[in-house]
């Protein structure tokens, strides 16, 4: 039986008093922010998390806000952090709050859980930070701290996450869990890093079994790399330039793929020999400046490393493609600008951004 003694966890909770990070979150630990917080941590750097977290609150203050949005509203709020279906789920359980539990959060680990999107992880972080619940977080950081902590070369076991979740658990009749968990993950994020632990600032250094053996880097272990999946498409990239503005057209994304209800350019699978496209049919077919191809870009998605071939078609002046709802063109900034104003996926951001400097450098040879 894994074992914390008191003395690691007195100093590891002093160590978080006196040197956590201050986050808006900590200063007002409300549920709603506090829980829109940890899904936006899962999978996202703190930095690239917190002006997110202001534009949200922002726009969304409440959970009644939230719920009241459309999805499309929330995924333009969403756009650039990735893991769209995180956002989809945030509204989802924000709607049963709202529309089932009449604007009460729950306040039981268990109720937490039967919220769409919401694991034991995030039930765990609010349901301690909130209502002080004695239920350990399991995240990378706490997997890392401790597995150095114990040397554990089965760190990623189920058994070792229930063993050491149990030995935090028995000191929070004596600690707020709200501190010891955040204690933890803290550590982590500051100071138990994967690369270059700052072990020398450790408040759990005396007792570090890695520590001690001088061979903290071997732990936690290299996790085995799933088989990877390579995916080729054609993106095709269609752009009217008119007097005063430039536009695009987009098409929203079929349910049950990537980035589903969100705006792309309309993209084809291609094989790896000669991948295929054909640009959508425009009523007009005047001043066409022909299609240029690009440089493919690199994406990857989940266990899915794709290969984007942008075909560039540049036209001048506007006409309407075929009447349909789910092919619209879109002013350029009014769909990649700072603040977007529809969900575009990032794919179709990763390409713009090409096909701009593709832009810049013939206006440089023009000129």
Known sequence: MLQIDRKSIASLVEWFRKNQRDLPWRRD???????????????????TLLPYFHRFMERFPSVGHLAQ????????????????????????????????????????????????????YTAAAVTSQCFDSPHAV??????????????????????????????????????????????VMELGALVC??????????????KCRAFADKNVQLYPPAKIKRREHVVHAVVSVHL???????????KKRDSGLWYSGMWDFPTELGGVQNPQITLLRLKDKKNDL??????????????????????????????QPTEDSEVKWFNVEQAFG??????????????????????????????
């Open 69 to 120: 949005s459309s999805i499309e509203e929330v995924f333009v709020a969403w756009t650039g952090l990735g893991y769209y279906s995180r956002a989809r789920n945030l509204h989802r359980a924000a709607k049963t709050v709202t529309e089932d539990l009449k604007g009460r959060f729950p306040t039981s680990f268990g109720d937490w859980l039967e919220l769409s999107g919401v694991g034991p």
């Open 138 to 183: 399991w995240d990378g950081n706490v997997l890392r701290v401790a597995s150095r902590f114990f040397a554990e070369s089965q760190a990623y076991s189920q058994g070792f996450k229930t063993a050491v979740s149990r030995a935090l658990e028995k000191h929070m009749s004596r600690v707020p869990s709200s501190q010891l968990n955040q204690a």
């Open 240 to 250: 009217k330039k008119t007097a005063d503005d430039c536009f695009v057209l987009l």
């Open 290 to 319: 022909g299609t240029i191809a690009l440089k493919p870009i690199k994406h990857s998605i989940t266990h899915h490393r794709i290969s984007l071939l942008p075909r560039v078609k540049v036209e001048v002046g506007l006409n």
């Open 338 to 367: 700072d603040r977007p104003q529809i969900p575009v996926a990032t794919t179709a951001r990763k390409v713009m951004r090409a096909v701009s400097r593709w832009l810049d450098q013939v206006k440089e040879k023009e000129n």
């Open 29 to 47: 630990p409300h549920p709603y922010k506090v829980w829109v917080a940890e899904v936006m941590s899962q999978q996202t750097q703190m930095n």
């Open 193 to 206: 890093t994967p690369v270059k632990p700052d072990c020398d600032n450790c408040p759990l250094r005396r």
